[in-house]
């Protein structure tokens, strides 16, 4: 079985920081893209960054130039660093992973989400 399980969100005043961190924990998997969506109060859930394991990017329109994805392979962890944060920012991020696992190709696997407020 494959779980993620992410950490770092909480309050932080507007124009502050926080660093997201998702780690993934099991076996017999390899993980492809991971990534992170938000999914605010009233609104649909939306990508907020993506990243393959060839490490390249994806970012919404709205938070490129703020915000920052990266992996550690050797740790199974993806991080989105957030900067200059607005409270539009403010949603339930939840943390993905697109795996092989044991036979399975493609497989989605979602975190809990952790809940990031941003005040103004």
């Known amino acids: 079985q494959v779980q993620l399980e992410e950490s770092g969100g909480g309050l932080v005043q507007a124009g502050g920081s926080l660093r997201l961190s998702c780690a993934v924990s099991?076996?017999?998997?390899?993980?492809?893209?991971m990534g992170w969506y938000r999914r605010a109060a009233g609104k649909q859930r939306e990508l907020v960054a993506s990243?393959?394991?060839?490490?390249?990017?994806n970012y919404a329109d709205s938070v490129k130039g703020r915000f920052t994805i990266s992996r550690d392979n050797a740790k199974n962890t993806v991080y989105l660093q957030m900067n200059s944060l607005k409270p539009e920012d403010t949603a339930v991020y939840y943390c993905?992973?697109?795996?092989?696992?044991?036979?399975?190709?493609?497989?989605?696997?979602w975190g809990q989400g952790t809940l990031v407020t941003v005040s103004s």
């Open positions: 993905y992973i697109n795996c092989n696992y044991r036979l399975m190709r493609n497989v989605e696997i």
């Open positions: 099991g076996s017999s998997f390899s993980t492809n893209a």
């Open positions: 990243i393959t394991s060839g490490e390249s990017t």
